[in-house]
């Protein structure tokens, strides 16, 4: 069974750091692409960050992000992490792990995401 358990998020201040995690159940931790989406009130969900297989570890940053927030592995746990820097204000909305439902290069649409964690708030106050 595919679980994704999200843990992290909260409140900070604009310049502040936040760390996510994402512990992921399966075969899907490593075989498959797994991406953070944010969704913030009156917009679609967003994929923010992506991370290829395993085997090839590509990632890959949408520009709003990019430089400031880094994806990373923990193979030992089969959790994935999102640490934020210099969040700013606009980085507020809700933070959710998910993992593509077919071995492949990872795609930026919602529908190719058949497994989701629990959404995560984030707030940054200016």
């Known amino acids: 069974q595919v679980q994704l358990v999200v843990s992290g998020g909260g409140s900070v201040q604009a310049g502040g750091s936040l760390r996510l995690s994402c512990e992921v159940s399966?075969?899907?931790?490593?075989?498959?692409?797994l991406a953070w989406f944010r969704q913030v009130p009156g917009k679609e969900r967003e994929g923010i960050v992506f991370?290829?297989?395993?085997?090839?570890?590509?990632?890959y940053y949408v520009a709003s992000v990019r430089g400031r927030f880094t994806i990373s592995r923990d193979n030992a746990k089969n959790t994935l992490s999102l640490q934020m820097n210099m969040l700013e204000p606009e980085d507020t909305g809700v933070y959710y792990c998910?993992?593509?439902?077919?071995?492949?290069?990872?795609?930026?649409?919602?529908?190719?995401?058949?497994?989701w964690g629990q959404g995560t708030q984030v707030t940054v106050s200016s």
């Open positions: 998910a993992a593509m439902g077919r071995t492949s290069e990872c795609r930026g649409s919602v529908y190719e995401y058949p497994y």
């Open positions: 399966g075969d899907i931790y490593s075989k498959n692409c």
């Open positions: 991370i290829w297989p395993a085997a090839v570890d590509i990632t």
